[in-house]
């Protein structure tokens, strides 16, 4: 047997499922069910009584019981099974509890956190019932010294918090026999029906905590690249920084207010950052940085054309590598028009489009993309031949010439005498 809660609030629905194995011949059971107050025999309501019709081997059933009206506190299910002739076959019970007890801190105030010996520092706390039971209890302020003992207690007792009812509690903190630059910790929280709420807690002293701030670049952090810290942010208001200490978060560590850091694993590593100032306060920040992959990137073709794009990358980035879809070949075969026309890329990436985009990732630090072009004759071809064609064509008007300078004048008839 089991609820499916265990706990209810005033009022809830309470569902018992209970599960049974009839190990010998099949047969009708009847399920009575009872309420009883925990530590109590006498029954307090019941349930109708159902019927099992026909169960051989194991089954389940659910019975529901509304709690409405019936007052807060422990209780339990009793459920016999009797056959239809009223012999008992078994008994079994489940427990829980009708109200529920919680009590939520709403506001937590240590004022001034920064004080002058004999100053006043009140404490105050504000809770609210958010069950669904009326509750006694008490609140515990305690005044503890940094690295040191509890010194001071405070102790407000209250009764009869009704449900969605809040209160408040506040003392006084004479700072009389506090001492200059120590730091003291505050701490408060509500001890009800055998539980308490979560601690509360705020730091006060004469001194104030200096603040503690970095920054680093690159912001992207490759694998094995020189990271350089920056904590020249930080500041102490009342004082001054005496030092600053660094956790890498992967075992390394250093000092100073700029350090220089190569991480040389792959993942997320959480970087710390602690300054102590001139009274001995302390502060500290974190960062969580995220060390990727890193690639050198060499490209090339096989003809003399140089692609831009060589370098080095880091997971994540991205690349446009653009080869020229044709080149002239060097010397004369140039001028006549021969060229090397762009065929495909090989490499990491491959593809017959002269422009590729490349989205850098994996575990192979250095990659490849090599351009292939093919030697195009064709333009050479046709301007030789138009060369060819316009020689022959000029020779053979010169030869013509040539020829009708060398040729004799035509005879003269002979002139008629009268």
């Given at each position: 047997?089991?609820?499916?809660?265990?706990?209810?609030?005033?009022?809830?629905?309470?569902?018992?499922?209970?599960?049974?194995?009839?190990?010998?011949?099949?047969?009708?059971?009847?399920?009575?069910?009872?309420?009883?107050?925990?530590?109590?025999?006498?029954?307090?309501?019941?349930?109708?009584?159902?019927?099992?019709?026909?169960?051989?081997?194991?089954?389940?059933?659910?019975?529901?019981?509304?709690?409405?009206?019936?007052?807060?506190?422990?209780?339990?299910?009793?459920?016999?099974?009797?056959?239809?002739?009223?012999?008992?076959?078994?008994?079994?019970?489940?427990?829980?509890?009708?109200?529920?007890?919680?009590?939520?801190?709403?506001?937590?105030?240590?004022?001034?956190?920064?004080?002058?010996?004999?100053?006043?520092?009140?404490?105050?706390?504000?809770?609210?019932?958010?069950?669904?039971?009326?509750?006694?209890?008490?609140?515990?302020?305690?005044?503890?010294?940094?690295?040191s003992s509890s010194i001071l207690y405070f102790y407000h007792n209250f009764l009869s918090l009704t449900p969605k009812s809040s209160i408040n509690f506040t003392s006084i903190w004479d700072t009389s026999s506090a001492e200059k630059g120590v730091f003291y910790y505050i701490i408060g929280y509500i001890s009800y029906e055998g539980q308490t709420t979560?601690?509360?807690?705020?730091?006060?002293?004469?001194?104030?905590?200096?603040?503690?701030?970095?920054?680093?670049?690159?912001?992207?952090?490759?694998?094995?690249?020189?990271?350089?810290?920056?904590?020249?942010?930080?500041?102490?208001?009342?004082?001054?920084?005496?030092?600053?200490?660094?956790?890498?978060?992967?075992?390394?560590?250093?000092?100073?207010?700029?350090?220089?850091?190569?991480?040389?694993?792959?993942?997320d590593h959480v970087v710390t950052l602690t300054v102590i100032d001139n009274e001995g306060g302390s502060n500290s920040t974190m960062k969580l940085i995220r060390v990727v992959m890193m690639y050198n990137l060499n490209v090339s073709s096989n003809v003399?054309?140089?692609?831009?794009?060589?370098?080095?990358?880091?997971?994540?980035?991205?690349?446009?590598?653009?080869?020229?879809?044709?080149?002239?070949?060097?010397?004369?075969?140039?001028?006549?028009?021969?060229?090397?026309?762009?065929?495909?890329?090989?490499?990491?990436?491959?593809?017959?489009?002269?422009?590729?985009?490349?989205?850098?990732?994996?575990?192979?630090?250095?990659?490849?993309?090599?351009?292939?072009?093919?030697?195009?004759?064709?333009?050479?071809?046709?301007?030789?031949?138009?060369?060819?064609?316009?020689?022959?064509?000029?020779?053979?008007?010169?030869?013509?010439?040539?020829?009708?300078?060398?040729?004799?004048?035509?005879?003269?008839?002979?002139?008629?005498?009268?």
């Open positions: 047997m089991i609820t499916d809660k265990d706990v209810y609030d005033l009022g809830d629905k309470v569902t018992v499922n209970v599960f049974l194995n009839n190990s010998g011949k099949a047969q009708d059971i009847v399920a009575c069910a009872l309420v009883k107050q925990h530590g109590s025999n006498i029954a307090i309501d019941g349930l109708p009584l159902r019927t099992l019709p026909n169960i051989i081997g194991y089954a389940s059933f659910s019975m529901v019981w509304d709690s409405k009206g019936f007052p807060a506190g422990d209780y339990y299910l009793e459920i016999k099974l009797n056959d239809t002739s009223g012999n008992w076959l078994d008994r079994g019970t489940c427990e829980f509890r009708l109200g529920r007890s919680m009590i939520n801190v709403t506001s937590f105030s240590v004022i001034p956190q920064h004080f002058k010996i004999g100053d006043e520092v009140k404490i105050k706390l504000e809770a609210l019932n958010t069950g669904s039971t009326t509750l006694n209890g008490r609140c515990i302020f305690i005044i503890e010294k940094e690295n979560p601690l509360m807690a705020a730091m006060a002293s004469t001194n104030y905590l200096p603040m503690a701030r970095f920054s680093y670049t690159p912001t992207k952090v490759g694998l094995g690249e020189e990271v350089v810290f920056d904590a020249s942010a930080s500041s102490d208001p009342d004082g001054s920084i005496s030092s600053y200490k660094w956790d890498f978060g992967d075992g390394g560590e250093g000092s100073g207010v700029n350090v220089k850091h190569s991480y040389h694993g792959l993942g003399a054309v140089e692609i831009p794009g060589s370098g080095r990358y880091k997971e994540g980035d991205e690349a446009t590598l653009s080869a020229p879809s044709s080149v002239s070949m060097p010397g004369l075969l140039g001028l006549l028009g021969a060229k090397y026309t762009f065929r495909q890329w090989i490499g990491f990436l491959n593809s017959t489009e002269s422009s590729v985009r490349i989205v850098f990732s994996g575990y192979e630090p250095e990659l490849e993309m090599h351009a292939v072009y093919a030697e195009d004759y064709t333009g050479a071809i046709v301007t030789t031949s138009i060369i060819v064609i316009a020689l022959g064509v000029i020779v053979a008007l010169s030869l013509r010439k040539r020829k009708r300078k060398a040729a004799p004048p035509p005879p003269q008839p002979p002139s008629r005498s009268s």
